[in-house]
């Protein structure tokens, strides 16, 4: 599945990195999780927690691990049926996260509908990389709250894949407040805070531990793919 600013391209190197600072046992906590293309590629024998603000897709991880079916075919009627459709259930919450994301325009929120190109399924290439990711969470526990509202257990790794600072906000969330996360980071006392961000923005203070060289999501005037540089920081 598609996600706005979702760390699919780079999700092997950064979990791989992630990966070797855990060991069995330990908890881990994706506490901006989107589209879990993260906590999905952690490692099984550690405790894995998945949270997101924005219900949506912590919704359809945890109905799926409750065998929540998703639809291999979206057409134009269904998209525009799903997101006019009440929430009153679980699975209507859960629905709306796929459809609206998953099925539509590069990942935005009810972007637009996706159409494939040709020989191309784009509600089935979403429910396929969906389905995957889900079966590889089976036991992560799914929380939808603001990340300052999370009791970070003592001795977790937390990794961070905050709204990169300058970029498009996400409207469903509210707007979000660098400073006040760079704060609460330098509380979280007997936590490591690992936190996403383009190497540019690491804020004074705070050390790089890993970087990758990639390209940008969001195409510039020219039409181009600018290069950058992606960076976990801590505050040490
Ligand atoms: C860069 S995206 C995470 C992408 C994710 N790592 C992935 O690969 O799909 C940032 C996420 O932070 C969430 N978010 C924004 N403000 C938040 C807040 N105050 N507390 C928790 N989550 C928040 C957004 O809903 C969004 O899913």
Redesign the pocket.
Known sequence: MQ??????RI?KPLSEFLNMQLVPGQVFI?????????VSNIRSDVKRYA????KY?PVLFERIQHGMKLPKDVPEEMYYMVKDMPEDTLEQIATKGFVGFGCSFAGKWWGGYARGGEGRNYAENAYNSTMKKAAKMQDVAFFC????DFICPEGSLVYC????NGTTQ?S???D?DHEKFYDWAQQQNGCRILT?EYKYNVPDGATIVWEHNSKKDIRNKDGEKESTTEVLFEFV
């Open positions: 996600y706005f600013c979702g760390k699919q999700a994706d506490l901006f999780c989107g589209s879990c293309n993260v949270n997101d603000k924005n897709l709250m603001d990340y300052s894949d905050i709204p990169y996400y469903a969330v509210g979000f996403s």
